[in-house]
């Protein structure tokens, strides 16, 4: 087969988090009861005019700016016009001529390689309401009718599926540490069109835009580059490329495949025309500096901070600024006096695990960094071994309790030297046969030493220090 290249590019809608939607009073809450969250605005009923929050104004602006965007002069809207029952007004409130953002840039990493992502534009619009399909009817629900949504639109600039997600996910991130949306895919709160051609490997002629709409998770967005990839070539590759139009296809999940929806229809279809019933606004430049000033910390910022200033190493940071709650939890766990490197370590081989396990969420954990700090803190210093605080770990969890109820002298760790030496002296006192046998060569013996220690102090003997002293006996 010939060698192609791919050209994808991505158009992101995100829900954005506000108390109310972008152009009405209803409540702005996922909710899985119908038609709860609604008012007039979002019905279209005669007479309604549109209000804009300036909270989703704000937050649109914050992900401009962090995606070196080009802000614009004057705040407006546009009417994005078409039929379909969803879209109750028969327009969509959008920005076509004068995006919050245009012409911006943001650089990712992509398996261990940096690229750099061109942004065309990123605006503010209204999101349609849901259609719910049954065997006999279609029903529709009007509680997504008129939530903010902010659409990315990138360059055609990724070459591959890794590419793409590697976009999605630091988007995703920066968007939850900037309290811009949730993001949360399991709620429906990101879907994508992915626009993907093939080209000759030399060739610098773009090939035939083929757009998959709304792909709603991001392992459905993977396999639906790579599927539409072959596909393409495939048709190249035999002669029957005049076979690949511009079209809309659906991914279809159970298949693995891309289907045919219809053929691309273009702006122009759409007849925009500027939003009668939203004033102009003049977007001030201190309000700008402002909301500069509040972006806090982003992901990546966090990553380099945990590889220089805690010595993290690379794929730990990555794992904790995968979801901004594991983040903050390691920080309030280090501020409050944990070692950096052991918080680092139950978080990830832990509490993470045990997250997933039992299907819960940080916000849900029982165990707070300041639990967390005694636990590591106790540890660390020999009060308790490594044994007795997965151990003390874990009951905290089951009985709802403070580590403290757990921590007593009964089970304290024995750390005292002298104590744990004389232990030992009595235990080889009795064993001479086995001692004889370590010095002819039997060396795993050592560990039978180390287990009689631990059986005769029911495992509270400090293992480092029982090893330590017994090779010093063992070889003099």
Not at 440 to 454: A, P
């Amino acid at each position: 087969m010939n060698k192609y290249k791919a050209v994808i590019g991505l158009e992101m809608h995100c829900e954005m988090k506000s108390k109310t939607k972008v152009f009405s009073n209803a409540l702005n809450n996922y909710s899985e009861i119908p038609n709860v969250n609604v008012s007039p605005i979002d019905m279209a009923f005669p007479g309604i005019l549109p209000r804009i929050n300036k909270e989703c104004v704000k937050k649109a602006l914050m992900a401009s700016i962090i995606l070196n965007c080009k802000q614009p002069e004057y705040l407006e809207f546009d009417r994005k016009n078409y039929y379909y029952p969803d879209l109750p007004k028969g327009y969509q409130i959008t920005q076509m001529h004068s995006p919050i953002g245009v012409s911006g840039k943001i650089t990712i990493d992509c398996n261990g390689y940096e690229k750099e992502v061109l942004i065309h534009d990123i605006h503010l619009e209204e999101d349609a309401a849901s259609l719910d399909h049954y065997d006999d009817a279609t029903l529709i629900d009007y509680n997504r009718c008129g939530v903010p949504l902010l659409e990315l639109v990138t360059e055609p600039c990724f070459s591959n599926a890794d590419e793409a997600i590697a976009f999605l996910e630091t988007i995703k991130r920066i968007y939850q540490y900037c309290d811009i949306s949730e993001a949360d895919t399991r709620k429906g709160q990101i879907r994508c069109d992915v626009n993907v051609s093939i080209m000759d490997e030399n060739s610098t002629t773009l090939g035939t835009k083929v757009e998959m709409k709304n792909v709603n998770s991001f392992s459905n967005i993977y396999d639906c580059i790579n599927y539409e990839i072959k596909r393409q070539s495939e048709l190249k590759a035999s002669g029957r490329y005049d076979e690949v139009i511009q079209e809309t296809r659906r991914y279809d999940e159970e298949s693995g495949t891309t289907i045919r929806m219809r053929e691309k229809v273009e702006a122009i279809d759409y007849k925009y025309f500027i939003e009668p019933n939203i004033p102009k606004y003049k977007i001030n430049k201190d309000w700008l500096e402002k909301i500069k000033l509040a972006i806090p910390m982003l992901p990546k910022e966090r990553k380099e901070k945990y590889i220089n200033e805690y010595k993290l190493s690379e794929y730990d940071a990555n794992i904790i600024i995968k979801e901004k709650d594991y983040a903050d939890y390691f920080e309030e766990t280090v501020q409050i006096g944990a070692d950096a490197k052991s918080a680092a370590n139950w978080l990830i081989v832990n509490i993470i695990g045990y997250l997933s396990k039992n299907d819960e969420t940080l916000k849900d954990f029982y165990l707070k960094p300041q639990m967390l700090q005694e636990i590591i803190s106790a540890q660390n210093s020999g009060q308790i071994s490594s044994k007795q605080a997965k151990e003390i770990f874990i009951k905290c969890l089951e009985e709802k309790k403070h580590p403290k109820e757990f921590m007593n002298k009964e089970n304290a760790q024995i750390s005292d030297k002298d104590k744990i030496s004389e232990i030992i002296t009595v235990i080889l006192e009795n064993n001479p046969e086995q001692i004889t046998a370590y010095k002819n060569g039997k060396t795993n013996l050592f560990d039978y030493f180390v287990g009689q220690v631990m059986k005769e102090t029911k495992g509270k003997a400090n293992p480092v220090i029982t090893k330590e002293i017994l090779k010093n006996k063992l070889d003099n």
